[in-house]
């Protein structure tokens, strides 16, 4: 096997430390809020000019892995999501952390980060050929498709209500189609300059999540000064956190097939990834009614679908040359820089290069769960700090990762006000996370409509409507609409039985 003969050079001295450095980097670099794997695989791309064209992609591959998993520890931490791959971590995540639990939710993170990391690996080995076939199969109308299926989860992680859940949902995917039209290039609900530029996600994910935050912490901060913004910490076990987690099965394995599917399709991306998986989990829970306050099923679920998704996202990159998400858009960039192109002589020609990077790969996933774990044992500082010091921290990141996506002062404007509305919206039960999906899945859905329907001329109907992945996929929407309101009957039979037996 190729992968097996190359294995050895990605332990060779410069190629070992580069994917080290790479994976520490890349942690620090996913928990800092803005700095999405995109945008740390892009800013480290000058650095491999000089470098030898395996240890350059090694140096990229380790921080895009370490990115995905890092974004979730500020997301655990202080409520702030380090990249849109890790919103559904933050649904339960944070939730753990404010009981006391934050290095057990940091465990289960990086845990299920490994697991999911080198399910996606070894798919990208072993059946490389076939998911590229797949891949070619997604045009403009299967996107539509998976996005309404995105769609059709919005109800269920809005929280308790339903109803608000849909609200959230309807008003994300408004935000979503301020600015310009992205195939027509119209204007729309342009009532100020610093729409002009449309509503960014980042931005838009760092004040739906923090600013709300930030102003329960000032608020609380006036009456319990002293007091520590989470409660104690308790000294979890690793081993106890690996027993558990390898327990959950059903999580894992829901977590890391749908990370898997969703990252060979061309450009849906890892934040879709990680909330089908989540709400698909929650859908088979014995008690869904769990999710959202701490249960460690959503968390292990999130972490290793967006993780399972790095390597299938790299099979239609390295063999046809389509990107399967943004960040290996960037990562193709990498390889075209070192005269590599994608296609067969990558695996034959350029062998070596290619298979030593897929290998670095798997064990960039080994190294990200050691250093992870590492830093979990020192979250307990971060759950001592003061609330005031909390505060004025968070909000610091919050403009400064807003900022630094567009050099935009318009970004920070827009996330400031809509952190405002979000806090006023979170005190009568609103959610931020159907929020934040209807504003993703807006911007997907539209562009994809609007290019099926110009491809389509004069029979739209037959172009969306027609071929076996488009009825799959519309049959899971309907199934998926059909399970949300038998799911919702019965938690209301539930909570009258309830009443009965109290009253």
Known sequence: MEFIHYFGDVFTPVNFLILVLGTIGGLLLGATPGLSPTMAVALLIPFTFQMEPASSLIMLGAVYTATVAGG?????????????????????????????????????????????????????????????????????????????????????????????????????????????????????????????????????????????????????????????????????????????????????????????????????????AGLIAYDQTKKLSKDPAKFGKGEPDGVITAESANNAMVGPSLVPLLTLGIPGSPTAAVLLGGLLINGLFPGPDLFTVHGQVTWTFIDSLLVGQILMMIFGLMIARYSVFVTRIPKHMMAAAVIVLAIFGTYSVQNSVSDVIVMLVLGVGMYFASRIGFSPAPLVLGLILGQLTETNFLQGRLIAGDDPWGYFFAGPINKIVIALCILSIAYAIYGERKQIRKRRQQQQVTA
Not at 87 to 115: N, W
Not at 150 to 176: C, D, E, F, H
């Open 72 to 272: 979730a520890v500020s997301g655990i931490l202080v409520n702030i999501p380090g990249a849109p791959a890790n919103i559904a971590t933050v649904m339960d995540g944070y939730p753990m952390a404010k009981q006391g639990r934050a290095t057990e939710a940091l465990h289960y993170c990086f845990i299920s980060s490994l697991i999911g990391g080198v399910f996606g690996v070894m798919l990208l080995i072993f059946f490389t050929p076939p998911l590229a076939e797949l891949a070619l199969r997604f045009g403009p109308a299967e996107l539509f498709w998976i996005s309404i299926f995105g769609v059709t989860i919005i109800a269920s992680i809005g929280g308790g209500s339903v109803i608000k859940g849909l609200i959230a949902g309807a008003v994300g995917l408004w935000l979503s189609t301020i600015g310009y039209n992205p195939v027509l290039g119209t204007e729309r609900f342009v009532f100020s300059e610093h729409l002009a530029g449309g509503i960014h996600v980042i931005a838009a994910l760092i004040g739906l999540f923090a600013i709300p935050e930030v102003l329960a912490l000032v608020g609380a901060s006036g009456t319990a000064r002293g007091k520590v913004t989470y409660a104690k910490w308790s000294n979890h076990s690793v081993w106890k956190s690996i027993g558990y987690n390898l327990r959950r099965i059903k999580a894992l394995v829901v977590g890391s097939v749908v990370g898997a599917v969703v990252g060979v399709i061309p450009g849906a991306g890892g934040q879709i």
